[in-house]
């Protein structure tokens, strides 16, 4: 399978992957031949992408560091309480603390933390499926820093729920595509404290939990809000959270730009790290986030294209690829060649591309 943006999506190619509707039922079925009017479905839901199934590389599994299944029914849990807060309606954190559970268990259990989380979330459904990527990255984190599962479980609540605050901000400010007034932005820097108070009043959840809504926007030089504080008056667990939710962002399609690919994402997040994050939680991330993700397409120093077939753990960036297009850009059938770039030292890749 590989990764195909909407726009390269062709009549009869095959979908390699489910897609849940964020209510999480199926929406359309792995094996399913695409149609001019799913595309169109898919767009207006806010999709931008789909796995496709060509038939050249089916053999290619993309690992998952948490299933489908509880992805969706963490997605569906934190939906539930962000949508029942701003109504007045009793929620409670029973099925995310639940959800939250079957994910950290799944990242302790995993033998596949090189995860190229190239993620496919909607544009409606961003703020909880990005608590959810958030979530996941976090647990990643924490598992390299070897926290306990207690710890995990509490910290991976406090992640997935770090934008709860959200909800009491108002949602045509969030949704803005233009740059906010500054009186804009002042609200929307309150989810943070809204967020702490909820999770503390409402839900009483742990005081450090509650804390990774309230800080997470810090920064280590003091440039972050809502209070400005510095690296040492940082809770560690906002500090890991931070990076998590950089890195999901910029990889993240929003209204008013297109995501990052990964090798992007990781470089930036490389930058950014340079005073603002905590150099050491990049580099726990970092030690698992694959640039060039299986499945992805890359353009390599020869002018070929190529789809990145299985990853080197010994150097992320040269994995194994098969070549699709030749340096003039005209498709090979099955036959193209398997490059190595861990034995090819003289070809390198250029740029991640979307086909
Ligand atoms: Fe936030």
Excluded at 203 to 215: E, G, R
Excluded at 302 to 326: C, H, M, W
């Amino acid at each position: 399978m590989r990764i195909c943006t909407l726009d390269h999506v062709r009549p009869r190619m095959r979908l390699a992957r489910t897609i849940y509707s964020p209510d999480g039922k199926i929406l359309l079925s792995a094996g399913v031949a695409m149609h001019p009017s799913y595309v169109g479905k898919l767009r207006e839901i806010g999709h931008t992408s789909v796995y496709i199934a060509d038939g050249m590389f089916d053999d290619i599994q993309v690992p998952q560091v948490v299933k489908d299944s509880t992805r969706v029914e963490t997605i569906t849990a934190v939906r539930e309480v962000m949508t029942k807060l701003p109504v007045g309606g009793k929620a409670t954190l029973t099925r995310a603390v639940k959800a939250v559970e079957s994910m950290v268990d799944e990242i302790l259990s995993s033998r596949e933390m090189l995860v190229g989380l190239v993620d496919l979330k909607t544009l409606d459904d961003y703020t909880y499926a990005h608590s959810v990527n958030v979530g996941i990255l976090t647990l990643m984190i924490a598992r390299g820093l070897g926290y306990s599962r207690g710890e995990m479980v509490d910290l991976g609540v406090g992640a997935i729920l770090h934008d709860v605050g959200k909800c009491q901000v108002d949602q045509a400010i969030l949704q803005k595509p233009e740059q906010l007034t500054p009186s804009e932005f002042e609200q929307v820097k309150r989810h943070t404290q809204y967020g702490f108070d909820t999770l503390r009043e409402e839900f009483k959840v742990n005081l450090l939990s509650a804390h990774v809504a309230y800080q997470h926007h810090e920064r280590l030089d003091g440039s972050g809000y809502p209070r400005g504080l510095k690296s040492g008056d940082i809770i560690d667990w906002a500090k890991i959270v931070a990076v998590a939710d950089v890195y999901d962002a910029i990889t993240s399609d929003r209204v008013y730009r297109r995501r990052l690919p990964p090798s992007e994402g990781i470089r930036l997040l490389q930058v950014e790290a340079a005073g603002r994050l905590d150099a050491r939680m990049v580099r726990k991330l970092t030690d698992y986030l694959v640039p060039y993700p299986i499945a992805s397409v890359v353009r390599l120093s020869t002018g070929e294209t190529a789809l990145v077939i299985s990853v080197n753990p010994k150097d992320f960036y040269r994995p194994q690829v098969k070549v699709i297009k030749d340096e003039r850009g005209r498709s090979l059938s099955t036959q193209g060649p398997v490059v190595d770039l861990a034995q090819e030292l003289d070809v390198s890749i250029v740029k991640a591309v979307d086909l």
